[in-house]
Every structure is written in structure tokens, then in C-alpha cells.
């Protein structure tokens, strides 16, 4: 169901553009094993949480959002460094953010489940 709730989110120009793959999701593209495994331990990790203290996150972006990340001119080919470095400023967010609610005493969580 949150999936669902996560897609209805998206417009249809933004649900073309994941299943056409002009938006991208790190979803193993270019990732050295390493990454690989990261990912799957994290995504091994998530597990359902309905006490509504929890923010599921899913980042997806386009090709263009991935060059500019890594100061590369629009079209750049993507590298397992292009999406490392899109990967790190995701979970540079996600770490503020949780950083920031604590710090202001609001007991929620974001989670990035799928980036």
C-alpha cells in the first residue's frame, strides 16, 4: 500500500520517464560490487514500520541531475562515479534531515528505501 501511496506522488511524465529510463534510480546501473553489496545490506535492513514514525523515501533522477551532481556537462556518460556521487548526496540528505529532527525533538525518521 505505502508503495502504491509513493507512486500516486509521481506524474504520469515522471512514471514514463522511470519505465522509459530517462529518470534514474541508481537501480545497480554502473555501481562497482562494492556498491552492489552496500546496497543490498541496507536494502536487507528496511523493515515495515507502521507507528507512522517512520518517512519511507524513494529518489529517483534524471540523467541530467547525475551530471550535474559530478559537475559534468548535460549528456555526460554515467560512470559507477557519477552514481556514487548522486548516492552520496541522497544519503548526505537523508542524514541531515534525521540530524535536524532530532536536534528539534520531533520523533520521526526518514528511511531511504530505494535510491
Known amino acids: 500500500r505505502r508503495r502504491t501511496e509513493a507512486l500516486s506522488l ?13 529518470l534514474r534510480g541508481g537501480g545497480g ?6 556498491q ?6 541496507r ?5 515495515h514500520d ?6 519511507d523515501l524513494m529518489v529517483v533522477w534524471t ?8 559537475y559534468l556537462a548535460h549528456g555526460c556518460s554515467h560512470t559507477s562515479q557519477t552514481t556514487a556521487n ?3 548526496k541522497i544519503e548526505l540528505g537523508v542524514t ?3 540530524a535536524a529532527l532530532t536536534l528539534s525533538g520531533i520523533d520521526m525518521t526518514v528511511r531511504l528505501v530505494h535510491a
Open 96 to 98: 541531515e534531515t534525521n
Open 86 to 88: 548522486m548516492l552520496s
Open 36 to 41: 552492489q553489496q552496500a546496497r543490498r545490506r
Open 29 to 34: 546501473f554502473n555501481l562497482s560490487e562494492d
Open 50 to 55: 507502521n507507528s507512522g514514525k517512520t518517512i
Open 43 to 47: 536494502a536487507a535492513t528496511v523493515t
Open 10 to 22: 509521481l506524474s504520469q511524465d515522471q512514471m514514463d520517464g522511470i519505465a522509459s529510463g530517462s
Open 63 to 70: 540523467d541530467r541531475a547525475e551530471c550535474a551532481m559530478s
